[in-house]
């Protein structure tokens, strides 16, 4: 099983960027279909973003389309979140998660998540 360890989150300003980064171990990484997810207080998790095992394909939840890109490097077994125009409503703790065959937005699609990196928007 891949091992998933979340880092680069941290508080921003409003209208500020950060990205993140997940680490995987394995070296079946380039086969799994990853995504992102976060948790904000007192809600739901929330879909954000997913990429396919190759990376050529990728989609992304509304509330952060055009402001958020998700990569990964399958050399180095790692993917990304550039998060840009951050705002009070991305607050949250993001977890990183991966999924045998076709991307998803699905969170119960997806089998095996890391621990999460908070990431706090301040106003």
């Known amino acids: 099983q891949v091992q998933l360890v979340e880092s680069g989150g941290g508080l921003v300003h409003a209208g500020g960027s950060l990205r993140l980064s997940c680490a995987a171990s394995?070296?079946?990484?380039?086969?799994?279909?990853m995504g992102w997810f976060r948790q904000a207080p007192g809600k739901e998790h929330e879909f954000v973003a997913t990429?396919?095992?190759?990376?050529?394909?990728?989609y992304y939840a509304d509330s952060v389309k055009g402001r958020f890109t998700i990569s990964r490097d399958n050399v180095k077994n790692t993917m990304y979140l550039q998060m840009n125009t951050l705002n009070a409503e991305d607050t949250a703790v993001y977890y990183c998660?991966?999924?045998?065959?076709?991307?998803?937005?699905?969170?119960?699609?997806?089998?095996?998540w890391g621990r999460g990196t908070q990431v706090t928007v301040s106003l």
């Open positions: 998660t991966t999924k045998r065959g076709a991307y998803s937005n699905l969170r119960i699609s997806y089998d095996n």
């Open positions: 394995g070296r079946t990484f380039s086969t799994y279909a």
């Open positions: 990429i396919t095992a190759s990376g050529g394909h990728t």
